[in-house]
């Protein structure tokens, strides 16, 4: 069996990536139920702390994901990059744009609204 | 000249050569490609939801009013905690797969095998976990009014917190029945009625004034649901058109329709993709047990399928963070 000695087991890695997954995890949840004042109704960059928060945390997620569990760590870096480099571009670009245009609806929208009767 | 015939082919190469464009099987780079593709069409729905929720940032639902439900834990006020517990179900059954692949590097066919497994019954018990998720969004907590112009208005006791419609509502002698195929048309179908028909509702209200109404916009000082005093409450209530109970994609006691709309999509279109994981994880499973990678020299497929499986969870990650957190 050469095949199994070119490949270490990588178990205690995985358990670790789980480890940090979870610890993440329970943080967002214990963030998201206790909802501390000065991070929930203060305001950062056009939206809560709290909410800058949970999206460092998300993507700090998807990190270990990509990385450890699937593995992009091994990969080539022109697979790496063709994958992740696409992706983060256009998605930066897709989210930046719509969310422009949804805070403009607002603004055109919000007062028109009626909410007395 | 001659044709390159491939001396050493073991199955994962491209045709016609050893050399592999970026280092990888034509299979995985051909998985990570799709995976590509189908990121930024949950991009593309996050992003639209994104717009939503930002065009009617002042009336939003909040999902902590909305997903408080916990198994075995009736009335109880337990948000977050369920759509947690489906988090971890999920990064568990990723830390399973991924553990099958490391066993399939040491042609560990026994151990594939039993992480398989555990992979499939972890995102079994996540279906059943968003379709009871589901069920509990149906069929709604408190019932509320929909306004002529479809805005919605809950009921709040004296302290501020939502009440049920069955907590106050007397009903009166019903003059609407519901409609079934032998009381009339019988090729005429109604869906089903609400527990109670505006007109009680109005009434009981009247008659409580320890109660008053909620609207869905949200004071940008407390980021709380506006409440109004019973006195005022009478000029919504005049524009009241119908009772709503639980949430479908034509109505929602929560609040917005569109919340309704983005939640079964996103979910639904995210649960379709558990739901095809789990079978193609079952298809590979049975190769595993019958010996097909074993004889083929490597794991890979087993590798493939975990791309997808971990792509599902990475997903649900964005998903959990969009519609419960943020």
């Known amino acids: 069996m050469t095949h199994a000695q070119e490949h270490n087991s990588h178990t205690k890695l995985i358990w670790k990536v789980f480890a940090i997954l979870s610890v993440i995890t329970i943080v967002e949840v214990a963030l998201g139920i206790i909802k501390p004042d000065a991070l929930y109704l203060t305001k950062i960059l056009g939206t809560s702390p709290l909410n800058i928060i949970f999206l460092i945390l998300t993507v700090v997620k998807a990190y270990y994901i990509t990385w450890f569990f699937m593995h992009m760590a091994d990969e080539k870096k022109s697979l790496r990059r063709a994958v992740v480099w696409t992706s983060v571009f256009l998605i930066i670009f897709l989210a930046t744009l719509l969310l422009i245009e949804g805070s403009y609806l607002n603004d055109i929208l919000g007062p028109l609204t009626k909410w007395n009767y | ?326």
Request: glycine share 8%; proline share 3%; net charge neutral.
């Open chain 2, 1 to 326: 000249m001659e044709v390159t015939i491939p001396t050493e082919n073991n199955g994962t190469s491209w045709k016609g050569g050893n050399e592999k464009p970026l280092g990888a099987s034509y299979g995985k780079m051909m998985m990570w490609f799709f995976i590509l593709s189908d990121a930024l069409t949950f991009s593309g729905f996050l992003g639209a939801y994104g717009l939503m929720r930002f065009k009617f940032h002042e009336s939003w639902p909040i999902a902590d009013e909305v997903f408080t439900h916990f198994p075995f834990l009736h009335g109880l006020h337990a948000p977050m905690y369920y759509v947690a517990l489906m988090t971890f179900i999920l990064i568990f059954s990723s830390v399973t797969m991924v553990l099958a692949v490391d066993a399939g590097h040491q042609m560990n066919k026994k151990k594939v095998t039993f992480y398989m497994l555990l992979t499939i019954i972890g995102g079994a018990i996540f279906l059943g976990s968003q379709a009871w998720e589901w069920k509990n969004f149906i069929a709604g907590t408190y019932g509320a009014v929909k306004l002529n112009d479809g805005k919605i208005i809950q009921f709040v006791d004296a302290t501020g917190e939502q009440i049920t419609l069955e907590s106050f509502v007397k009903p009166l002698t019903s003059e609407r029945t519901q409609h079934t195929a032998n009381k009339g048309l019988w090729f005429v179908k109604e869906a089903e009625l609400p527990p109670f028909t505006l007109n009680e509702v109005v009434e009981s209200f009247k008659a409580n004034p320890g109660i008053s109404i909620r609207t869905e916009f949200i004071n940008p000082e407390t980021k709380a649901k506006t409440i109004i005093p019973h006195n005022d409450a009478m000029g919504f209530l005049n524009e009241a058109k119908s009772v709503v109970k639980g949430a479908n994609l034509r109505e929602n006691e929560y609040g917005k329709t569109l919340f309704a709309n983005f939640f079964f999509f996103i979910t639904g279109f995210h649960g379709f993709h558990v739901l095809s994981g789990v079978i193609i994880n079952i298809i590979i499973f049975f190769n595993v047990i019958i010996g097909t990678y074993e004889r083929r020299g490597h794991y890979e497929m087993v590798e493939k399928v975990g791309l997808y499986w971990h792509f599902v969870d990475l997903v649900w990650v964005f998903v959990f963070t969009f519609f419960y957190l943020v």
